[in-house]
């Protein structure tokens, strides 16, 4: 058996459905920070946040989307340092932002 003749099993499946609920989760804390910051009006401090937070949301989607794609060779590369530390400095950002909205 080659290395291109790999059964890879079920983790590239359990990896690309993780980075799927990853994304939904990263969706739904920017729409509700989104609709926590513009519920009282939108003064200039929540127009901020809100489009900080739409940008961390659409660099992490861009990242785990590169990531799920990746995931459908036969022999997935690793995720590189720069994609983990972007997709961290994402998720952490959209907790600041959302948190820092509801303060």
Do not use: Y
């Not at 939904?24 to 929540?46: D, E, I, N, W, Y």
């Amino acid at each position: 058996m080659t290395t291109e003749e790999r059964d890879p099993g079920l983790q590239p499946e359990r990896t690309r459905l993780a980075w799927r609920r990853t994304t939904l989760s990263c969706t739904v804390v920017a729409l509700l920070a989104g609709k926590a910051a513009l519920h009282g009006g939108a003064t200039p401090t929540a127009v901020v946040a809100v489009s900080l937070s739409a940008l961390a949301w659409l660099v992490f989607l861009q990242v785990a989307n590169r990531r799920v794609l990746r995931m459908r060779t036969a022999q997935p590369r690793s995720l590189s340092p720069r994609g983990a530390l972007t997709a961290a400095a994402c998720t952490v950002a959209l907790a600041v932002f959302a948190a820092g909205m509801i303060i």
